[in-house]
């Protein structure tokens, strides 16, 4: 935890107050925090802070702010993936927040088991996002949004998404250009299932103005392509 990230409620006078079990465990046990101590402090989906420790108790520690600090930007990306295994969706919501991303899709296709819209772990999507956050040290949540039909988004939403300015990229191993490198405007990225898009899939996300491009040969995890594809569209070296 990077930040201590604070609810917009908890921040309405000039003393602020850290009340989450999970936030006051790992300050105590982890970050050994005492008075007079400086802590950075965000407010969701608000400013950030650095701020000093003003008092310790059982359920609650104070702080009071000591100066503004910027907020790391967002890269700018809309992120589509096939709805994955239950156990990669934590890591997978985790990780994109961490790297910036600014708004984050979960879509079906054929390859995605329908048990895993079934998958608690939809209901906790703003825990994750919360740790992601705290991760970076940011404030700005993503936008999240799920289509549980392939063919309605891709018709309907999808070119929507794309302009000019605003390319879409389907990442597919069996294409022979290249994803780009180090781009310097916004983009969307489609990321498959496990298994892969279908060809019908593929057809159908190129013919509504995607761009099928390669990362080369080797079928690559879901949680692994997607930091390899920021990192390569938006390297800065």
Excluded at 25 to 35: D, I, N, P, S, W
Excluded at 157 to 167: A, G, K, N, R, Y
Aim: with cysteine.
């Amino acid at each position: 935890m990077n930040i201590v990230l604070l609810d917009p409620r908890q921040t309405q006078s000039e003393m602020w107050t850290i009340t989450s079990k999970r936030q006051l465990e790992h300050l105590k046990t982890h970050v050994g925090v005492q008075v007079g101590d400086t802590l950075k402090v965000g407010i969701l989906q608000g400013k950030r802070y650095l701020t000093e420790v003003v008092s310790i108790a059982e359920n609650a520690i104070k702080i009071q702010a000591i100066r503004e600090e910027s907020v790391p930007a967002k890269l700018p990306v809309t992120l589509i993936v096939a709805m994955p295994r239950p156990k990669v969706l934590r890591r997978l919501i985790m990780d994109a927040v961490t790297l910036g991303v600014e708004k984050i899709i979960l879509l079906h296709s054929y390859r995605v088991d329908k048990s895993y819209w079934q998958t608690p772990f939809l209901q906790q999507l703003e825990h994750f996002i919360t740790l992601g956050l705290e991760q970076a040290g940011d404030t700005q949540p993503p936008q999240i949004e799920l289509y549980k039909r392939f063919k309605p988004f891709v018709e309907d939403v999808l070119p929507m998404l794309i302009h000019e300015q605003c390319p879409a990229y389907v990442a597919h191993p069996y294409v022979e250009q290249k994803m780009p490198f180090a781009i310097d405007h916004a983009c969307s990225i489609v990321i498959g299932p496990e298994g892969g898009f279908i060809p019908y899939e593929i057809d159908l996300l190129i013919k509504n103005g995607c761009q099928a491009v390669s990362l080369g040969n080797r079928i690559i995890r879901t949680e692994t392509v997607i930091p390899y594809v920021l990192g390569r569209l938006f390297s800065t070296c």
